[in-house]
């Protein structure tokens, strides 16, 4: 099993995740490239083999605005095959997670494209690195507009209109509130598209939805045999929040309410996750992207944590 | 764009590189580019900022950090497609990461090493860059190393960032380094640090201000016992 984290690295100071500058300053995917080979010497200094990409790893290239980023990909097919052969040789699974702003059943059209020509631009990088199939691009439903079965279908077509190349590495993952692993297994019987389970997503539509172990099983069989699958796992923050909120006589107070079920934790409970491997025995073998605020800390103080509290599961499943 | 009008200064990462020879500086200045043999690389060679170290090789601008240039871009190639006009070099077939650059400015002030130290690369900030006042202060520290720095700088020990010695056909990498009238004391949290003869390692355990005084008194016994720190 490989446990992965998204994006930031916090364990080494100076490791940026892609370019960062603003248009103005002429950022460019190879210097991105050029992060992303420093962060895969950290991860294999780490003995971490999973890893999300930021998916700005190359600036502005689907602006409709600006053509001068428009040909990124082409320019460094060079370098983009060196970094996918490190990553080959580090058995580095990687993977992109487009933001929220990528919304391919959006009503709009222009929103849909757009958010078509992305999930295209991260399947060509992917590509270009000569990753095999398990480097995904991982994507929601998105939004529901009229109700519910018409966003689905919405969705149903949009993927059908999408390149081949853009199919082949898109991966859906169900959400919290608007599409479960019951929607999103409903689109995989129409398309074929594989299925992250979110686990944290999965709880809170409940047990009534559909078990844990139940989704589990679901998700990862939609997965061809010859390929891993992967899901996210996060453990829900517990936080008191304190919020500041006016009287009903105008005055600002500082009013205590609860954490949100939904948001990610720091680390990863580690009890929560040594009770989901024990739901997920017998089970088809499967990688996991941690979903935690504290990212590559987080990664080392869960593998650590599960040798500690279960060697057992740790052999088990070839953790760390 | 000038470097200081770069927004966001705080997330600007730097790269310190040596300019050796002076074709190599009238490469950077004349065509844009800086070359790094892939085999040779550095841990950490991403940068939006390349910034240049000079040697003896260019007596004007030895031993200090003068300029700086935006990067435009890294690209993969052959020595011989860098440097056509010496296509039977023993390296010609070794790739190198061209560096593109943009126009190279002078800093605000030059950063000196006091030391006359060789320097091979330094990953920095910007931020960190313009402010600096000599080499030491460009390195980017996680904080239990940059506490132990604080507290050596402190004490008036002139400590050496990650200072490399050859000696006796072997080469070190001292992680701190104070240089010492005779020999001199290695610091840094790793248990154990290969050091050249002659030379104490400290190692100083980062968990609280009572073990870093612990670990500032040995330091100085040891610092002490080698004819005290070389100014």
Known sequence: MRLGFAVKVLGRPNLKSHDTRRWRNAPHLSVSLAYLRDIFVYLAEQDVHMYRMSSDVAPYVTHPDMPQFHTQIAECSTELAALGEVAREQALRVSFHPSQYIVLNAEDETIAGKSGQDILAQAQILDAMGMGDEAVVVTHVGGVYDDLETSRERFVRRYEELPELARRRLVLENDESSFSISDTYWIHRRTGIRLVLDTLHSCNCGWDEMPLPEALALALNTWPADQTPKIHFSSPRTELRMMTRRDSEGNRRQVPLPPRWTQHSDYINPFEFIRFLEDARGLRPFDVMLEAKAKDLALLRLRGDVRRFRPDLAEEFSIG | ?231
Request: hydrophobic share 40%; net charge negative; with cysteine.
């Open chain 2, 1 to 231: 764009m000038p470097l200081v009008d770069y927004r966001e200064t705080e997330n600007i990462r730097a790269l310190v590189v040596l300019v050796n020879n002076a074709r190599d500086w009238d490469i950077a200045r004349t065509q844009g580019w800086y070359r790094i043999p892939v085999s040779r690389a550095p841990r950490q060679i991403g940068a939006d900022v390349l910034a240049f170290y000079f040697s003896r090789a260019l007596p004007e601008l030895a031993w200090a950090v003068h300029y700086a240039a935006p990067v435009l871009g890294y690209y993969l190639a052959p020595r011989r497609e860098l440097l056509p006009e010496e296509p039977d070099h023993p390296r010609a077939d070794d790739l190198y990461h061209r560096v593109e650059i943009g126009p190279v400015e002078p800093l605000p002030h030059p950063i000196p090493s006091l030391r006359l130290r060789r320097i091979t690369f330094i990953p920095t900030t910007l931020d960190r860059l313009l402010a600096a006042e000599e080499i030491n202060d460009l390195w980017v520290r996680e904080p239990p190393e940059d506490k132990l720095w604080r507290v050596l700088k402190g004490a008036g020990l002139h400590p050496e960032e990650r200072l490399e010695i050859q000696e006796g056909g072997v080469e070190y990498s001292v992680p701190i380094a104070i240089l010492c009238a005779r020999g001199g004391v290695g610091v840094g949290l790793v248990e154990r640090a290969a050091v050249p003869d002659g030379w104490a390692y400290v190692h100083a355990p980062s968990n609280d201000a009572e073990a870093w005084a612990r670990t500032l008194a040995r330091v100085l016994a040891e610092v002490e016992r080698r004819g005290g720190p070389r100014p």
